[in-house]
């Protein structure tokens, strides 16, 4: 079994308690069958922003900032619901990232918006079948902000939100189609 | 029926949760390393700009219905009157037009929610708006709620119609313009009553617009509202002169600004400092 370990081991800026995290990630380990993969989840508690990636698949350490895992009602405490969110959606892309259907999927701090939307779409509906709390729309509107708010972005999303087994060349391709039929945004006046 | 209803005794459903201004103030990281990386315009192209569209707008929703909330409880309150501790009728009369304007922003604001994928109390909410409008004087009520909370809004509601433009998303884009347009007029109801009210009396006008500056400086925390490319929130200086700033006013709101960014700036090279 492989290990799971939480960066910082305690907490001085944010009220989060590691072990809590431990337990979460431990549970997604075993549900996303990744028992045999050493996971490390760092968090930066120095900053309530939101942002979270891959930062190696190989071992498997995911990096994610406070405000990604906090509870929107209640500052600095740790949200259950979004930390298996967020940590569910990493370790799902760094299984995706172990498989050889994504051997040629860009490093984390090199997608594009688009292509990170993308695949946040497709960990997303794998998510929300394995029974975990999903905001579909929430996604959608993510994709669409990335693709264009049209009808071929919409069923580019669904298809990805559907699907289980898709290759990196898939996935992009099907980002590429939608974001080719977004109407370019018009110049906004100044008020 | 009681006046004055205090903020504790609001009507919420078990979905919201409050949190104290102070909370949000007092939180060790904004003075963070993150803090640098937030500045900036607040655009489509981003990372984190779809969630913080998402928190912005639904700030500004329970902000739609405190201001409900406050023009209502400002139609009660007072006695009809000229007098100091009284609202005129046809001060109320606008402050019921308002309800109506603020009632359908709610409506707009619960539509633009779904379309977004925000839940009804995703996040807490602050009733900094609401105590502005217990103020015991109605002209205070206006400079606090009506001249520095909803010029506020005509600042984001700019900012987020812009936003909804270059996503190109419709949705976002029409519900800022409408709302937008009433806004304006709130500000200048705001700012026809504050020179009304307070024509031959210049040390209430002068208590009124100071309470305006200290919650325009609230909310200018860390440069949030500004005239700079740094801050989130550009001020919408045309939008405002519509609705009765003069440009040495706005200016003033910009320098309010200006020195918040700086503060925080400051508090964070402090930090950095001491933790190098």
């Known amino acids: 079994m492989g290990s799971v370990t939480v960066t910082p081991a305690s907490f001085t800026m944010v009220l989060f308690d590691a072990d809590r995290i431990r337990e979460l990630a431990t549970r997604l380990q075993a549900e996303l069958g990744m028992g045999d993969t050493d996971v490390e989840v760092v968090v930066d508690e120095a900053t309530p922003l939101t942002r979270a990636h891959v930062a190696s698949a190989d071992p498997a350490q995911v990096v994610i900032e406070s405000g990604a895992i906090e509870d929107p009602k209640r500052p600095r405490q740790l949200s259950d619901e979004r930390a298996v969110d967020v940590i569910g959606r990493l370790l799902l892309r760094v299984r995706d990232r172990r498989e050889r259907g994504f051997a040629d999927a860009p490093p984390d701090g090199e997608l594009t918006p688009a292509e990170a939307a993308a695949w946040t779409a497709y960990a997303e509906g794998r998510l929300e079948r394995l029974g975990h709390p999903a905001q579909q729309q929430r996604w959608r509107y993510h994709f669409r902000n990335r693709h264009g708010f049209t009808d071929a972005a919409d069923a580019a999303f669904d298809r990805l939100w559907a699907a289980d087994t898709l290759t990196w060349a898939e996935l992009s391709a099907l980002s590429a189609e939608a974001a080719a039929a977004a109407v370019p945004s018009r110049a906004a006046p100044v008020g | ?276």
């Open chain 2, 1 to 276: 029926m009681r006046k004055t209803l205090p903020v504790d005794d609001l009507a919420r459903d078990e979905r919201f949760v409050r949190v104290p201004f102070q909370a949000r103030m007092s939180d060790p990281r904004q003075a963070g390393s993150g803090a640098n990386r937030a500045a900036g315009r607040l655009t489509p192209d981003r990372p984190e700009a779809p969630d913080a569209a998402r928190a912005l707008m639904h700030g500004i929703f329970v902000g739609e219905i405190q201001a409900l909330e406050g023009a209502g409880r400002t139609c009660w309150d007072f006695d009809t009157g000229a007098g100091r501790d009284q609202a005129p009728f046809e001060l109320k009369l606008d402050m019921a037009r308002q309800c109506w304007d603020e009632a359908r922003h709610c409506e707009i604001s619960v539509k633009l929610s779904d379309w977004m994928g925000t839940e009804i109390g995703e996040f807490s909410e602050n009733t900094f708006l609401y105590e502005a409008a217990c103020n015991p004087d109605p002209v205070l009520r206006l400079t606090g709620v009506n001249r520095a909370l909803e010029g506020l809004a005509i600042d984001v509601f700019t900012t987020m119609r812009e936003f909804g433009q270059v996503a190109g998303d419709p949705v976002l884009e029409y519900c800022e313009d409408w709302m937008l347009a009433d806004e304006v007029t709130h500000v200048k109801m705001g700012s026809d009553w504050l020179r009304r009210l307070t024509a031959t009396d210049p040390e209430r006008q002068k208590q009124a617009l100071e309470f305006q500056q200290v919650v325009d400086k609230l909310f200018s925390v860390g440069g949030f509202r500004g005239d700079d490319e740094e801050s989130p929130v550009r001020l919408a200086r045309r939008f405002r002169e519509l609705a009765g700033f003069s440009v040495d006013e706005i200016d003033e709101i910009a320098e309010v600004s200006r020195q918040a960014l700086e503060e925080a700036k400051a508090a964070r090279a402090r930090l950095a400092a001491r933790t190098a």
